[in-house]
């Protein structure tokens, strides 16, 4: 029997695990809440929910198809181990994952399983990260033939194939089409008030919503996208908003890719003006940059919790926060800094579990600059609120945002400066700032200027010691972008700085 681990592919179409396996005979899916995978400080029910969601949308379509699927509420070896059993010969299916560095524990004993059952493991690429990359130069090369494939058409199922009764005590589940949407939630112990808390925004139907995004965006959407993603205000609508939908893999990214060179190509043969080309290739930039930074953690797992450049291990306090760190990163957290722009964003995102880039950079920038506090803790709260967390993404941004990657340009976002380019009527700041919290200067939480040179000089004082170049020639090799690299590097070695390898 083949057995497909759903993880970050819920969807039919371009899905190769899903393919080979529907190729293969009888098809099972099975979902896992293994507290490896769910119960780590930077997840939360918000992420679950969505999850569930789309399975129960994507169960829907494979039942049509005899195909069932199941959530596995335990220990997932345990069910592994209980199936084997039953059904002797088992193949396992699923995409390759780059997750948080719980679930790559959980796949390390899911493999040991394999080896000792003698049961085969399919894994199959489907975020366009290469794994066992040797040579970072070789990236760009594969990242063109993995999109320059065909995509992968929606399954055939055989018909006629009979998929063995598998008994509520295997699984200890019912299949989910049998369940109703509340019925699912309350089997998965999701609190209806904590539903509505989390997740007052989640559309009702996810493949209708992602659907239409796509469309919209393409069509009208993205056409001052290039001007606008900065902006809280304009980004909600200038970008594409797709980003929950492709970490969970409703949407794959070669779907995506292909749907932009599709409307790149519309546009090229007729008159237009350049501005939607000019957002579209911007556009295009982000999906090379989604794959680059998830294939960072692919080669590092430890990113999620050490920094890039050793350097700037112990320059802020990982451990156990003092009294003060604790109080900073609560009113952070809560939205009260007493800067107007920095609370409003913390609020919009709490609200809608997501936010633009610019200003998810500027909210990390504050804390770990500004407030001093290490990434790893603002890390986790953001990520909990963030939809689309993607770890793979997220961390090394966390890190660039920070500081420590020792190969980026170290950025200290002023949020006033910010406030004055990206929202100058305030309309954003008033509308998420509803409760009043103070924002004039005695209220603010630390003094933005003192705050902003101390961070600076802390952080280049390293850049200046002497082991730092080699140590940031070791992360380059290892992560950095090689777009622009000889450029570059001809400038930097020729003005003889520090640093000779920066990445953009
Ligand atoms: C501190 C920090 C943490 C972040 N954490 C995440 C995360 O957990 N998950 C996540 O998807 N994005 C993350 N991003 C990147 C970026 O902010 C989001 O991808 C983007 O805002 C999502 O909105 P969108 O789908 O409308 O993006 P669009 O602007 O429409 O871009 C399309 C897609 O390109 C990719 N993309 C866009 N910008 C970037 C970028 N700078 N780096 C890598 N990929 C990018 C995303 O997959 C995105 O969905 C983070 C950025 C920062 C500064």
């Known amino acids: ?50 999850t569930l969601r789309a399975l129960y949308e994507l169960s829907k379509q494979l039942i049509k198809f005899k195909v069932p699927v199941y959530i596995i509420k335990g220990n997932f070896i345990t069910t ?3 199936l084997k059993k039953e059904c002797g010969v088992l193949t396992l299916y ?78 200890s ?6 369940l109703e949407w509340n019925d699912l939630l309350k089997f998965c112990a999701i609190d209806p008030l904590a539903l509505d808390l989390a997740c007052n925004s989640l559309p009702v139907n996810l493949n209708k919503r992602m659907d239409t995004l796509l469309t919209s965006f393409f069509r009208e959407r993205c056409v001052n996208y290039r001007t606008e993603m900065s902006s809280p205000l304009k980004a909600e609508y200038a970008c594409s908003r797709l980003s929950p939908f492709l970490t969970n893999g409703m949407l794959s990214i070669r779907t995506l890719y292909k749907e932009l060179l599709a409307t790149k190509d519309v546009l090229k043969s007729t008159e237009v003006d350049q501005t939607q080309l000019n957002s579209l290739r911007s556009f295009e930039k982000r999906l090379h940059w989604r794959c680059h930074f998830i294939q960072k953690l692919e080669f ?13 291990e112990h320059v802020r306090n990982q451990k156990t926060l003092n009294a003060q760190e604790e109080y900073l990163l609560n009113l952070w957290k809560e939205a009260k800094t007493g800067f107007p722009l920095i ?18 950079a500027m909210l990390v920038s504050f804390a770990s600059n500004n407030l001093w506090l290490h990434w790893t803790h603002s890390g986790e709260h953001l990520a909990r609120l963030f939809l689309d967390y993607e770890p793979g993404i997220h961390w090394p941004q966390m890190q660039m945002q920070s500081g420590t990657t020792g190969i980026n340009t170290i950025r200290i976002y002023n949020p006033e400066k910010q406030l004055v380019d990206q929202d100058p009527n305030q309309e954003f700041t008033t509308r998420w700032n509803p409760n009043g919290w103070p924002h004039s200067k005695i209220d603010q939480i630390v003094d933005l200027k003192n705050s902003t040179q101390s961070a600076r000089e802390r952080l280049w004082t390293l850049r200046k ?13 290892e992560h950095g972008s090689r777009m622009r690299q000889n450029s570059r590097l001809k400038r930097r070695s020729s003005s003889n700085t520090q640093l000779t390898l920066l990445e953009e």
């Open 1 to 50: 029997m083949n057995i497909v681990w759903l993880k970050n592919d819920l969807r039919l179409y371009d899905n190769e695990a899903l393919n080979l396996a529907a190729k293969d005979g009888v098809v099972l899916g099975l979902f896992s809440l293994d507290e490896l995978r769910w119960n780590t400080p930077d997840r939360s029910i918000r992420h679950k929910v969505f």
């Open 80 to 82: 592994l181990d209980r």
């Open 94 to 171: 699923s995409h390759q994952e780059t997750g948080n560095f719980s679930s790559y524990s959980l796949d390390k004993k899911v493999r040991k399983w394999c080896e000792l059952n003698q049961v085969k493991w399919v894994e199959k690429r489907q975020n366009n990260v290469i794994r066992g990359l040797k040579k970072r130069d070789l990236w760009s090369k594969k990242w063109n033939e993995f999109m320059g494939k065909d995509c992968f058409k929606q399954p055939h199922f055989d018909y006629n194939v009979v998929i063995p009764e598998i008994r509520n005590s295997q699984l």
């Open 173 to 178: 589940s019912p299949k989910i089409p049998d």
């Open 300 to 312: 590092e797992p430890q990113l999620e919790y050490r920094c890039m450049h050793i350097n700037y």
């Open 343 to 360: 609370d409003a964003c913390m609020n919009y995102l709490k609200m809608t579990g997501w936010i633009n880039f610019r200003m998810r």
């Open 465 to 477: 010691s002497k082991t730092f170049v080699d140590l940031a020639k070791k992360v380059y090799h």
